[in-house]
């Protein structure tokens, strides 16, 4: 799978769309969806499975200028309205901070710190197009492979918690766990 299958899945999920669209309402600077909405969606996919979508939405955005989490709330709660799931707004102008990492430059730079590869994959619209953002590439994405990300602090340790809490390997039993960076 290449990135405009990965890409030609999204767009043909209308679920997916409305959600981006409602995201987009927002007109957020350097905003996108990533983590579970589109890694697990192309797993599915892979794998030939269907579970249901994503519980939650991970939408970051990069605002230097207002790093008020109360914001980040409010946003949720705008999309709520419009898209009824659990919706996680974060605004990485001040994510560093939870791993006491230095200051973030963009959202990519800040997915890249995230837990697994797999998971440091995002899209957005931009002029209406879908963007696909993969700061370590989509390799360990299509190739079932979770692995730490280099940047993550603790990542493998977290990493093997998240695959026990979330059931990933029941859900998904090819996929290939590497705990070297």
Request: proline letters at 6%; one cysteine or more.
């Amino acid at each position: 799978m290449e990135e405009k299958e990965i890409l030609s899945v999204i767009e043909s999920d209308p679920w997916m769309m409305s959600v981006l669209r409602a995201a987009a309402t927002l007109n957020l600077p350097d905003w996108m969806i990533g983590a579970g909405f589109v890694r697990s969606k192309i797993w599915d996919t892979l794998s030939g499975t269907k579970h249901e979508h994503s519980a939650d939405i991970d939408l970051i955005y990069f605002d230097p200028n207002d790093i008020n989490p109360e914001k980040e709330k409010e946003y949720a709660s705008q999309l709520q309205k419009l898209v009824a799931v659990e919706w996680e707004v974060v605004n990485e102008a001040r994510a560093h901070v939870f791993n006491g990492l230095d200051p973030f430059t963009s959202s990519e730079d800040a997915m890249a710190h995230w837990t697994e590869t797999a998971t440091a994959v995002a899209v957005t619209l931009r002029g209406g197009d879908l963007k696909l953002i993969a700061p370590y590439g989509i390799s360990d994405l299509v190739g079932m492979i979770v692995r730490p990300c280099p940047k993550f602090p603790r990542g493998e340790v977290l990493m093997r918690e998240r695959i026990a809490a979330k059931k990933w390997l029941e859900k998904w039993p090819q996929l290939k766990v590497i705990t070297d960076v």
